[in-house]
């Protein structure tokens, strides 16, 4: 406390290393939301400072009141602190002028929200009253971020650690009045295919009055890396007549969405070559089905390989460290990309590295551990490669590492 008497800059020093303009009235470095009260949003005065119901980032602003909540106060100040009341437009993180907002440098930021969790409500009931105060709570809290998981559509809530997690978890329960339910996000693994094959798959059904025909041959093929989904006809003589093979284009991509292994299938490209059909049983649902078992059929034949995502890796941390991180990729089955001194901060590097995405939870336990809970890591996906070996599990994984 000495220290920050006597040695802490003075108010106008500290605005400057804040970056802020000449024209900036405030700094919001907290929100919150209050059961009965609503948001509120910690200010710092700057420049000007900024007066009750006056424009503050392009909005007026509501009441102003000391850190207590309860004492009104007109304006807040240079280097003033207080609370701005019901002011839903201002949240942390920013830099505000009367007429707009800017983000703080990237020094003063939160670090990037690294611990996902799927996040599904406990009672059926409150699906949107928690997409909705999950909403609430990224825009107040820099610290989190929301996505949706693409194979469950559940919600997808990225934190600070497992304790941040917690006060969330226990803030929906007492702000909000919503239980959740959490869990491990599973890795997006994928499949795709190493030669072309040829397939042949007649659907035929009849159990009195109108029955079910359509017959296919397709090709199924590999395509590079990233090309996604393509189908190709080149049926001739109308033996698959030009309205059904929509369908069979349906079909394929339906067998596409779970392969072998059970992960959807990429990159492959489905032809459509010859078929039969029948002017009466033949019609839109026999085509789809036919093309859909088709596909399945074909999958097996055609060398699957199970793709794993490979995530891209940049890390803070104190230059102290860095020969500690070199081991640790490489025992994730990791690649070291290289590394350089952080331009923005004094004795500290940033660690460039790629590795699976299933070894994300470790690298975060292992980083904590290594650096004594200074290092952190910006993951981004950066591509698919083929999985050498079985395809690891939860329990194998905790047991590889234990």
């Known amino acids: 406390m000495k220290a920050l008497r006597h040695e802490a800059p003075e108010f106008n020093i500290a605005a400057d290393r804040d970056e802020a303009e000449d024209n900036a009235r405030a700094i919001a470095g907290f929100a919150d939301v209050k059961k009965h009260i609503g948001k509120i949003t910690v200010l710092r005065g700057l420049g000007d400072g900024v007066k009750a119901h006056e424009a503050l980032g392009g909005e007026t602003v509501g009441n102003l009141t000391a850190l207590d909540a309860k004492t009104q106060i007109n304006t807040l100040e240079a280097g003033q602190i207080g609370l701005a009341v019901k002011s839903d437009h201002l949240n942390p993180g920013f830099i505000y002028d009367s007429s707009a907002a800017t983000p703080l440098p990237e020094w003063a930021a939160s670090r990037p929200a690294a611990h996902r969790q799927l996040v599904s409500p406990a009672h059926e009931r409150d699906d949107v009253r928690l997409s909705n105060a999950l909403t609430r709570l990224v825009e107040i809290d820099p610290g989190l971020h929301l996505t949706q998981d693409e194979l469950s559509g559940h919600s997808v809530l990225s934190s600070q650690g497992p304790q941040h997690m917690r006060r969330v978890t226990a ?101 459509l070559s010859d078929g039969k059909h029948h002017n009466v049983d033949s019609s839109d649902y026999a085509f789809r089905t036919a093309g859909k078992n088709a596909v399945r059929e074909a999958l097996p034949q055609a060398k699957p390989v199970v793709l794993q995502p490979i995530l891209n890796a940049e890390i803070h941390l104190p230059s102290d460290f860095v020969g500690d991180l070199v081991p640790t990729i490489s025992s994730l089955q990791g690649q070291v990309l290289g590394f350089e001194g952080n331009p923005n901060a004094s004795g500290w590097e940033i660690f460039n590295a790629t590795l699976p995405a299933v070894a994300e939870d470790e690298l975060h336990r292992t980083l904590a551990s290594a650096t004594r809970g200074t290092g952190w890591v910006k993951l981004s996906f950066d591509h698919y490669e083929e999985l050498r070996g079985p395809i690891p599990t939860r329990a194998t994984r905790e047991t590889a590492n234990a």
Not at 173 to 190: N, P
């Open 171 to 271: 803030k929906l329960a007492e702000d909000f009045g919503i239980e959740i339910d959490t869990e491990v996000v599973e890795t997006a693994y994928r499949e795709t295919i190493r030669t072309p094959i040829e397939h042949r798959h007649r659907h035929r059904k009849q159990s009195g009055g109108a029955g079910q025909f359509a017959d296919v041959v397709i090709t199924v093929a590999p395509m590079p890396r990233g090309a996604g989904f393509q189908f190709d006809e080149i049926v001739k003589g109308g033996a698959v007549p030009r309205n059904y093979i929509p369908s069979v284009e349906h079909g394929a991509k339906d067998a596409l969405e779970q392969g072998p292994e059970g992960f959807p299938v990429v990159d492959v490209k489905v032809t």
